[in-house]
Each structure stands twice: as structure tokens, then as C-alpha cells.
T-cell receptor, first 116, second 114 residues
Framework: AQSVAQPEDQVNVAEGNPLTVKCTYS??????LFWYVQYPNRGLQFLLK??????LVKGSYGFEAEFNKSQTSFHLKKPSALVSDSALYFC??????????????FGGGTRVLVKP | KAGVTQTPRYLIKTRGQQVTLSCSPI?????VSWYQQTPGQGLQFLFE???????NKGNFPGRFSGRQFSNSRSEMNVSTLELGDSALYLC?????????????FGPGTRLLVL
């Protein structure tokens, strides 16, 4: 069965400092990996994805993530955090194994707090 | 392109009642999935519909059901509501499989069961 782990419930960072949100996954087939952000009382907003190709993927609002197959990780990064980046971040995986279907499995979420 | 729309945005029901939530996917998307988000269980997959057929189902009781119409709009129904059904219900519209595949989420319907 597919699973996702986000080991940190909360990440605190000062504005202007680098931001990293960690994610590891487990699948039986090849993974499709996604990051979403959720602001209060809102749905999930797509940030970026890894399907195939370059291990470093760039997404919206200056975010990027690196796919590491050997470590089964897909950490989200931003070189310089903004106060407006404060939100709840979710990592998700879709297992491309035939039996897995098209469902996304989500990590528990990491709350990011960027302090001025 | 318009995004995923969900109605209603907020709903208050009492135990034992039933509720129907609606989702309109992005134009051209034929796959719609539903997820439940709660503080305790996080985001959990309910089911996926594609071309009016349920393709995949999560681990939820039979009180949770859904359907999809020929225009790809989807509804989910919860019967005999329980307090634990209070949650944010999210609908996702999926672009075709392959390099462009992405699930785009609507704003959600927040259901409160009293």
C-alpha cells in the first residue's frame, strides 16, 4: 500500500531564510508526487509535481522540490520564505501500479509559520 | 478556465439526516475524486468517478455514496449522518493520465453535524 510521511508537524522560519518541508513516500510502482498548500478555510492549491524527467522540479510562487528515488523523498524548498507562505502544506503520492487506482495518498501535513 | 466548483460551501445538519454535495469539474476533465479532511484523520480518499463509473473506492462505510453525470458533474451523498461525519469534503478534478496529470481541488464543502 502507498503511504506518505511528513515528519514535522510544524516548521518555523524567519522571513528571508530558506524553507524546507520534508516528505518521504512508499509505493509499489513508480510514484507521481505532488505538493499542495492549504490556506485557512480554503481547498488545496496545487504547487508542483514530479511525474518523470528532471529530479528538480519548479513550481508556483518560487517553490521547488527534489525527487530522490534512492531516499524515497520529495522535499519542498523555497530559497527565501515570505510571511505569506505561512500555511498548511501537504505532500501526496499516486502509485502508478495498476492495482492502486488513481487515488492520491496524503501526508499528515506540515504547518509552516514564517515570522517577520 | 474556470476551476473546480463545489456547492454548497457550508452545511449544518443533524444526526440521522442525509446530505448531498455537488462538484463541477474543470471543463474537459472526466475524472472526479472526493476526499474527506478531518483534524484527526487528515485527508482520506472517498471515491473516484470516471465517465459515470466508480473506478475506485476508499475505506468508508456504505453510507457514503456518489455518482457522476454525463456532463462529468458529480454528487456525493451521506446518509444517516453521524457526528463524526463533520468534515471538509473536497472534490478534485483530474487531468488525463500522463505527464500532464494533476488533481485540482475545489474550495470544499464544510459539513457540520449536530
Amino acid at each position: 500500500a502507498q503511504s506518505v510521511a511528513q515528519p514535522e508537524d510544524q516548521v518555523n522560519v524567519a522571513e528571508g531564510n530558506p524553507l524546507t518541508v520534508k516528505c518521504t513516500y512508499s509505493v509499489s510502482g513508480n510514484p507521481y508526487l505532488f505538493w499542495y498548500v492549504q490556506y485557512p478555510n480554503r481547498g488545496l492549491q496545487f504547487l508542483l509535481k514530479y511525474i518523470t524527467g528532471d529530479n528538480l522540479v519548479k513550481g508556483s510562487y518560487g517553490f521547488e522540490a527534489e525527487f530522490n528515488k534512492s531516499q524515497t523523498s520529495f522535499h519542498l524548498k523555497k530559497p527565501s520564505a515570505l510571511v505569506s507562505d505561512s500555511a498548511l502544506y501537504f505532500c501526496a503520492v499516486r502509485d502508478t501500479a495498476r492495482a492502486a487506482g488513481n487515488k492520491l495518498t496524503f501526508g499528515g501535513g506540515t504547518r509552516v509559520l514564517v515570522k517577520p | 478556465k474556470a476551476g473546480v466548483t463545489q456547492t454548497p460551501r457550508y452545511l449544518i445538519k443533524t444526526r440521522g439526516q442525509q446530505v448531498t454535495l455537488s462538484c463541477s469539474p474543470i471543463s474537459g476533465h472526466r475524472s472526479v475524486s472526493w476526499y474527506q479532511q478531518t483534524p484527526g484523520q487528515g485527508l482520506q480518499f472517498l471515491f473516484e468517478y470516471f465517465s459515470e463509473t466508480q473506478r475506485n473506492k476508499g475505506n468508508f462505510p456504505g453510507r457514503f455514496s456518489g455518482r457522476q453525470f454525463s456532463n462529468s458533474r458529480s454528487e456525493m451523498n451521506v446518509s444517516t449522518l453521524e457526528l463524526g461525519d463533520s468534515a471538509l469534503y473536497l472534490c478534485a478534478s483530474r487531468s488525463p493520465s500522463g505527464p500532464q496529470e494533476t488533481q485540482y481541488f475545489g474550495p470544499g464543502t464544510r459539513l457540520l453535524v449536530l
